[in-house]
């Protein structure tokens, strides 16, 4: 039996899981063997990505000694693959109390204390430098989770950030719910976020290229069922020959290139492009779960100072701009006063993403213009940034074509 789990380690340590796999299930059959032995096996279906058969074994050997550490710490990243970030962190805590020369405790405590904005993140990553060994790289290794976890360790590692903005964009143009999108972010690494992306991307072509069709035909004549059955027996790239040699015309608009999401952000701010104009737009930290609407009930309390209102009212306009529904923007800028604004930076911003909003919806260009010309009265500086030197002269140009 002892040889059955030496040879289980080697194999794991080679790479080769699957095998390993069935010897560790192979020892386990003999009642002799040490209970503890479920922990390794644990990690080996972690190791796996099958992370349901490995809480089971980790709980197993908890269950018998609830502060076993290899069980805690595997636990945690069975946890951590299934999206269950809270009870990872408690276990991961637990660990920190427990065995406080593990790195690997501190380390992913202070990963997922940073993705919650928690200021302890630092203190924990803090110790895990002063502990970090050869060790601990070859574990971790074995255990490469997402963006938003990647994010929150280059943050504390070196203030870089990744670029969430893009992949959450990208995937929100596939029709993902919201949940889909962040168990994405926190689950698959980059490489395996790419490949998942253009996988979707290639659905999406395929299933735009049948409606085509679908509509074409039944500008022919056909119902729904005719082509229901066109379907079953034909192939998608026959029928598209089938429309192009009927029409004489192509209407399948072409592939879209192998996605490529560059990985780090060089700053805090994105920059959208919309038509001719730039918008400058600091990161969206808020959650946005909840309806505008009770949202709005709640910011309208009289009980707030006015400025927190705006500010808050504020955050939902920016929100709006990085959606590109421009509209809601406009509404939310309605309700901000900026006369009664305090806070220079605060105001100075506001006013000028407003203009560019009005003048993406080609609204009040002279009012813009005016505004414009008096922040720099205002505010001279603003004259030197060669963004709202650009929006300027746009906003200058569709002025005379006018």
Not at 23 to 28: C, D, G, K, P, S
Not at 176 to 202: R, V
Not at 366 to 392: M, R, S, T, W
Request: proline share 2%; with cysteine; hydrophobic share 35%.
């Amino acid at each position: 039996m002892s040889k059955l789990i030496e040879k289980a380690r080697e194999l794991e340590h080679e790479g080769d899981l699957e095998v390993s796999r069935t010897y560790y299930e192979m020892a386990l059959s003999d009642k002799s063997c040490p209970f503890d032995i479920r922990s390794d096996m644990g990690r080996v279906l972690n190791k796996l990505r099958n992370f349901d058969e490995a809480l089971m074994s980790f709980d197993m050997v908890l269950s018998m000694d609830e502060n076993h550490v290899n069980s805690l710490f595997g636990k945690g990243i069975a946890c951590l693959g299934l999206n269950r970030w809270d009870d990872a962190l408690d276990l991961f805590l637990k660990g920190c109390e427990i065995d406080i020369f593990n790195a690997n405790f501190y380390f992913y405590s202070s990963i997922i204390l940073q993705s919650k904005n928690d200021n302890k993140a630092e203190e924990y990553y803090s110790k895990f430098i002063e502990l970090d060994n050869e060790e601990f790289k070859e574990i971790r290794s074995n255990y490469n989770f997402g963006l938003i976890f990647l994010n929150s360790e280059s943050k504390l590692k070196n203030g870089k950030k990744i670029n969430l903005f893009e992949f959450n964009r990208i995937l929100k143009s596939f029709n993902l719910s919201d949940e889909e999108i962040i168990c994405y972010l926190k689950i698959l690494p980059y490489d395996m976020l790419i490949l998942k992306i253009n996988e979707l991307n290639d659905l999406k072509h395929v299933e735009d290229e049948k409606q085509i069709i679908r509509n074409q035909f039944l500008e022919m004549g056909l119902d729904d069922s005719d082509v229901d059955d066109l379907f079953s027996i034909e192939t998608v790239d026959y029928l598209k020959q089938d429309i192009i040699s009927r029409t004489n015309n192509n209407p399948f608009p072409d592939k879209e290139e192998f996605i490529n999401i560059p990985l780090y952000i060089d700053e805090d701010i994105f920059e959208f492009n919309y038509g001719n104009y730039i918008f400058k737009e600091l990161k969206i930290k808020e959650s946005f779960t909840k309806s505008i609407c009770n949202k709005l009930r709640r910011i309208k309390n009289r009980n707030k100072p006015v400025e927190k209102t705006f500010k808050q009212l504020y955050r939902f306009f920016k929100k709006a701009i990085a959606e590109n529904d421009f509209q809601d923007a406009k509404f939310y800028s309605t309700l901000i006063d900026e006369s009664k604004i305090s806070n220079v930076s605060f105001k100075v911003n506001f006013i000028y993403l407003r203009g560019l909003v009005l003048a993406y919806l080609n609204l009040d260009l002279d009012k813009v213009l005016e505004e414009f010309n008096q922040l720099e009265i205002e505010h001279p500086e603003i004259a030197n940034d060669k963004n709202y030197i650009f929006n300027k002269r746009n906003i200058i140009d569709n002025l005379e074509k006018k």
